[in-house]
C-alpha cells in the first residue's frame, strides 16, 4: 500500500451487542472495495475476521481483528471487534488502536446492553463516534422508534445522516439528510425534516459560522466539510448511518461518510506525558519523536508473538531502538507487518496514523507505550470470576502455566495466580463463558486438557481497628542459633489515602522510611532509630509481611489495606540472620491482624440487566433476594427496560443461567467489578469455617 499523508488514513472500530452484524460489515467492506473477491460468511465459517477456530466454531468474534483496504483514494484500517460483554477486553484495547468508533445497533433488537457499554467505553477513549444502525433488512425494524430510543438515551448530538427507503426485507436505499435530493420518495423519515437540526449540530462548534445562519446566511459547502469533521470530533455530532451490511444497502454511503465525514488521525487532539509527568500535545508528525501503542497481543502459532501498534508521531522501522514503558532497556524492533485479519504482510516503515504488528517482541505488553513519551493508561474491566485448575494428565504442570502466561499476555482482561492456601493455579476471567473459551483455546493451541474446580471468588481479608504487639523468634539448637524481634504497630488503611500526606513524621514522628504497594494498598513503614534491627534486616521483615499478606491469616486470602509500623525490636550480633527476621515479622503480623478486629471483604460487581419490561417486577425481586442494590432502571426501546444494580459477586456467579430462564433467552446483562465490602458476618463465618488454615508457628 502506497504510503499516504495523514489526512488520507481513516481508523475506524466497529463495536456493538453481540450478534448486530459488525463482523459480516467489515468482511463486506472488504469485498466491496474490491480487497477479496470471494463472498466471505461468518454462518459458513468463510469469515475473513472470525477467523480463529473458536470463532469458525462458535459463529461469534472473540478476538479484535484489524483489517485494511482502499477506499475512494484513503487508507482505512478497521477493526472488527467481538459483541459479547465476556470479551470487553478485546474491544477496550482495540479503542486505542483508532480515531473513530462506529456503535453498531442491530435495528431488530435495538439498543442492548453492550451497545451502552462500547459507546461509553469510546466516549472515555476520546474518540469520534457515529451510530450505525444495521440489519436494516430485518422484519420487524421499526425505524423511527429506534431513533428516538436512541436520542433519548445517547442525547440530541446524535443525528441522522441518511434515512433509509423502504422498510424492513424493502430497504432498498439511503438518502443523505445533508445534501437532500429533489427526489425522496420512499424515504421512511422525511430528510427535510432533519436537514436543519444536522446543520444545527454541525455549525454548533463555530461561533461565526452560527450567528450568520440565524442572521439568515447558510454555510458553504466549504465551511460544512470542515465543521462537520470538527464536530464529529468534539462529540457535539453524533452521526447516525443506516445499512445492510448483508445485503450491501447503504455500506458504499456508510465508507463515503467515514470517509469524507470521519476523523483522520490529526483530527483528535491526545496527549502523553514525560517520565516526570509533565504533559505535552501528540502532534502527528513523521519526524517527530515516537509516540506509539501496543493495543493488542496475539501469540499466533506460527509467528508466535504478534503486537499490534499504533504510531500517533514518529516513524518506525525495523532494527530501531525504542524505549518501552513495559521494558527495562531499550529494544530493537523486530520485523514490521501490515495485518490483514489471519494474515501479515511485511512493510518498511510505519508513521503516524499506521496500525502495524510486530513479531516476536516478547517485552512489548498490550497497553505500553512506546517512545519516550507516555500514554495515558487503558483502563481494562477488573476480571472477577475465577478458576483453580490443573492439567488432565499429571505431569502437564509447567506446560500448564507456560500457556496460561500466553493467555496473559493476550488477554488484560485474564490474570494468572497462585492460591495461597491450596497452591493451586488459579484463572480469573470475565466470565463463566469467557473461562470455557480460554479452555477451548487450551485445547486446540497448546494440546491441554484441564479440570477446573468450583468458581473461586477473590476475597480478600482486611482490619477493621488499629493493634499493636511484638514478636520473638528465638531458636537454640546447638551451633548458630536464630534470633529476631520485631514489634509493630498495625492500622487500617482506607483505599484513597494520600500516602504522600500520610506517611509523614506527623503521624509517624519516628519515620525513617516507608514502601507503599498500590495493588494492595500496603504500606510499609520505618521507624526503627537506634539501630535495634540494622537497616540490612529490614528487606526480610518486609519480605515477612508480604509473604503473610498473600497467603492470608482468617481465612487464606490475600490480605489488603493495611499499614503496618516496625517501630522497635532487637538484635543479635551472631544469631540474626534473615530468615529470623523473616519468621518474626510473618508472626507478629499473623498475631496483631488477629487483634485487629479482622475481616472477610469481598466484591460487588454492577450488574445492567436488559430485560422485557414484563420481567422487571421479577429483576427487582430476584436483585433483592441476592443482597443487591437496585440503583434505577431505564427504558432501552423496543419494549426493554434496563435495570442497573450492585450486587455481591458471590451471589451472581451463574446469573447468566437464570436470566436466560427468566426471560426466555431475551435478557442479557453486562458485569462490571465495583468494589470491595465487608461481607455480612453470617457468611463470613461460613467462609472461615471451610478454610483450616494450618498453624505453623515455627517454634
Ligand atoms: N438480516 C441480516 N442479517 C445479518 C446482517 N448482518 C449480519 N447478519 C447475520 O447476523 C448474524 C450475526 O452476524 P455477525 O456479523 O457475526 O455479528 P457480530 O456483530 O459480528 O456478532 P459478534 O461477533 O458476536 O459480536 C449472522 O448470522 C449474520 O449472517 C444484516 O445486515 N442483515
Ligand atoms: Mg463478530
New binding site residues.
Given amino acids: 500500500m502506497a504510503k499516504g499523508k495523514i489526512q488520507d488514513i481513516r481508523n475506524l472500530v466497529l463495536c ?1 451487542h ?8 467489515v468482511d463486506n467492506m472488504l469485498l466491496k472495495t474490491g480487497t477479496i473477491n470471494a463472498h466471505p ?3 459458513d465459517g468463510s469469515s475473513i475476521c ?1 477467523f480463529d477456530p473458536e470463532e469458525k466454531h462458535h ?3 472473540i478476538e479484535a481483528s484489524v483489517v485494511h483496504f482502499d477506499h475512494g483514494g484513503l487508507r482505512f484500517h478497521v477493526i ?1 471487534t ?3 460483554p465476556d470479551f470487553i477486553g478485546q474491544t477496550i484495547g482495540a479503542m486505542y488502536g483508532v480515531d473513530m468508533a462506529a456503535i ?1 445497533v442491530n435495528a431488530q433488537a435495538g439498543i442492548e446492553v453492550n451497545t451502552r457499554r462500547v459507546f461509553d467505553e469510546a466516549g472515555k477513549a476520546g474518540l469520534g463516534r457515529m451510530v450505525v444502525v ?2 436494516m ?2 422484519d420487524n425494524v421499526d425505524f423511527p422508534a429506534l431513533v428516538d430510543a436512541i436520542t433519548d438515551l445517547w442525547g440530541k448530538s446524535c443525528v441522522l445522516l441518511n434515512v433509509p427507503v423502504g422498510h424492513g426485507p424493502a430497504f432498498r436505499g439511503v438518502i443523505s439528510t445533508l445534501h437532500v435530493p429533489a427526489d425522496t420518495s420512499g424515504a421512511v423519515i422525511d430528510p427535510n425534516e432533519v436537514h436543519d437540526r444536522l446543520l444545527e449540530s454541525i455549525i454548533e462548534v463555530d461561533e461565526g459560522v452560527m450567528e450568520r445562519y440565524f442572521e439568515g446566511t447558510p454555510p458553504t459547502d466549504e465551511e460544512l466539510s470542515r465543521l462537520i469533521v470538527r464536530a464529529v470530533a468534539e462529540g457535539t455530532l453524533i452521526p447516525i448511518a443506516c445499512c ?4 450491501g444497502v447503504g455500506l458504499n454511503e456508510l465508507l463515503d461518510a467515514v470517509a469524507l465525514r470521519g476523523l483522520c488521525p490529526a483530527d483528535l487532539r491526545r496527549t502523553a506525558s514525560t517520565a516526570e509527568g509533565e504533559e505535552t500535545e501528540v502532534l502527528p508528525d513523521p519526524a517527530g519523536p515516537l509516540v506509539a501503542r501496543v493495543f493488542k497481543t496475539r501469540i499466533d502459532p506460527f509467528v508466535q508473538k504478534l503486537s499490534f501498534i499504533r504510531v500517533f508521531s514518529g516513524t518506525i522501522k525495523r532494527d530501531d531502538s525504542v524505549i518501552a514503558t513495559s521494558a527495562r532497556k531499550p529494544l530493537k524492533m523486530g520485523p514490521l507487518l501490515r495485518v490483514q485479519a489471519a494474515e501479515t504482510a511485511g512493510v518498511d516503515e510505519a508513521g503516524p496514523g499506521d496500525i502495524v504488528a510486530v513479531a516476536k517482541m516478547e517485552e512489548l505488553q498490550t497497553g505500553a507505550s512506546l517512545g519516550p513519551y507516555r500514554l495515558p493508561a487503558i483502563s481494562f474491566p477488573t476480571p472477577m470470576v475465577g478458576l483453580a485448575v490443573t492439567p488432565k494428565s499429571r505431569g502437564d504442570e509447567t506446560k500448564l502455566s507456560g500457556a496460561l502466561n500466553k493467555v496473559v499476555e493476550e488477554d488484560r482482561t485474564f490474570r494468572l495466580d497462585r492460591d495461597g492456601q491450596t497452591k493451586e493455579l488459579v484463572v480469573t476471567g470475565m466470565s463463566e463463558l469467557h473461562l470455557t473459551v480460554i479452555r477451548e483455546r487450551l485445547l486446540r493451541r497448546d494440546k491441554l486438557e484441564v479440570d477446573t474446580k468450583e468458581p473461586k471468588i477473590p476475597y480478600r481479608e482486611t482490619i477493621q481497628v488499629k493493634a499493636e504487639g511484638s514478636y520473638r523468634h528465638k531458636k537454640q539448637s546447638g551451633g548458630r542459633g536464630q534470633f529476631g524481634e520485631v514489634h509493630i504497630r498495625m492500622f487500617p488503611l482506607p483505599r484513597g489515602t494520600d500516602i504522600d500526606t500520610f506517611a509523614t513524621k506527623e503521624h509517624f514522628p519516628q519515620l525513617k522510611s516507608f514502601r507503599y504497594d498500590e495493588a494492595n494498598n500496603f504500606l510499609f513503614v520505618d521507624a526503627i532509630v537506634g539501630g535495634v534491627i540494622p537497616g540490612n534486616f529490614l528487606p526480610a521483615i518486609e519480605k515477612g509481611f508480604r509473604d503473610r499478606m498473600t497467603r492470608g491469616v482468617i481465612a487464606g486470602y490475600q490480605v489488603q489495606n493495611v499499614g503496618v509500623e516496625v517501630h522497635f525490636g532487637k538484635h543479635h550480633p551472631v544469631d540474626s540472620s534473615e530468615a529470623a527476621f523473616k519468621t518474626a515479622a510473618s508472626m507478629v503480623f499473623r498475631n496483631v491482624f488477629q487483634d485487629a478486629k479482622p475481616a472477610l471483604l469481598e466484591p460487588v460487581v454492577r450488574l445492567d440487566i436488559t430485560i422485557p419490561e414484563a420481567n422487571v417486577g421479577d429483576t427487582y425481586s430476584d436483585m433483592s433476594s441476592r443482597g443487591g442494590r437496585v440503583l434505577g432502571s431505564d427504558s432501552a426501546g423496543g419494549g426493554l427496560q434496563t435495570v442497573r444494580c450492585e450486587v455481591p459477586l458471590r451471589c451472581v456467579t451463574t446469573y447468566a443461567r437464570t436470566l436466560q430462564s427468566m426471560t426466555g433467552g431475551q435478557g442479557s446483562y453486562t458485569m462490571e467489578f465495583s468494589h470491595y465490602d465487608v461481607m455480612p458476618p453470617n457468611v463470613q463465618q461460613e467462609i472461615i469455617a471451610k478454610t483450616k488454615l494450618q498453624e505453623e508457628e515455627e517454634d
Fill in positions: 456493538g453481540g450478534s448486530s452484524g459488525k463482523t459480516t460489515l460468511s461468518v454462518d472470525d459463529k461469534y468474534s472488527d467481538p459483541g459479547y453498531v444495521n440489519k433488512d430485518s445492510s451490511g448483508k445485503t
